[in-house]
């Protein structure tokens, strides 16, 4: 079971695949996590210039990540591939370590909606829970803090308008032509960023049940 998801900045796509490792347990690999946890200055700086890093660096991440134990019954790949050539890499890849290509869930949303988004979600560094503080239905019980684990919620360095456009401008030029790359390939799924977390993730499981049953 390996997944791809691809969708804009702040369609709600780390949230379905935390959703989605714990319903399947399998495991979620972020590439902007994986960034973020080597602590390089440079690498920090670039991420919250909103560029993206090499195509080189981050497939190198990710071959040793998915050579990790714990890959070999599937995961979640939560930003990437992000341009047509990380999608070509990303095959390369899978061929080396005899994996499949698995399924692609594209997860759409419209630019306002996103910006809404964006601007009032808080993570926890604790036990990486997001919430939001300008959308009710996800918003912390109490403000600032963890429903699941008390800790003080953080807005992510990377989460402005300024860097959030150039990530939506990003998207549109680099990661956009995947879904024509996917649709010609025959694996891509659509779903509609519902109005909670928990209705997009019901699209989801019946993409995920309907491409896995057939199998
Ligand atoms: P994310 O947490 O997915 O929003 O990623 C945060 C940042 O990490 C992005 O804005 C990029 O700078 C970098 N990043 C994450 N994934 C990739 C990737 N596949 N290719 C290049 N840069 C990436």
């Keep these: 079971m390996n997944i791809v998801l691809i969708a804009p900045p702040a369609a709600g ?8 490792s714990k319903e399947y347990q399998i495991p979620h690999i972020s590439t902007g996590d994986l960034l973020r946890n080597i602590k390089d200055e440079n690498i ?29 019954n599937g995961y979640v790949l939560d930003g990437y591939p992000r341009n047509l050539k990380q ?16 399924i692609v869930i594209f997860i759409n949303i419209e630019k306002e909606e996103a910006i809404k988004r964006m601007v009032g979600r808080r993570t926890c560094p604790n036990c990486g829970s997001v919430f939001n ?7 912390p019980k109490q403000k600032g803090i963890c429903d699941n684990c008390g800790s003080k919620l953080v807005k992510r360095h990377d989460d402005n308008e300024e860097t959030f456009n150039k ?5 549109e030029k680099v990661t956009k032509p995947l879904i024509k790359y996917y649709e010609e390939k025959g694996n891509i799924h659509y779903v509609n960023s519902g109005l909670t977390p928990e209705d997009t993730f019901e699209s989801i499981k019946k993409i995920i049940g309907g491409a896995y049953d057939k199998h």
């Design 133 to 139: 503080e300008l959308i009710e239905t996800i918003s």
């Design 167 to 171: 990530r939506f401008e990003n998207y």
């Design 13 to 20: 796509k780390g949230s379905q695949a935390k959703k989605i």
């Design 87 to 102: 999608a070509e890499m990303y095959e390369n890849l899978l061929k080396k370590l005899n994996k499949n290509m698995g």
């Design 44 to 72: 920090l700086n670039e991420l919250k210039s909103g560029k993206f890093v090499s195509d080189e660096l981050i497939t190198n991440l990710l071959k040793k990540r998915l050579k990790q134990t714990d890959c070999e």
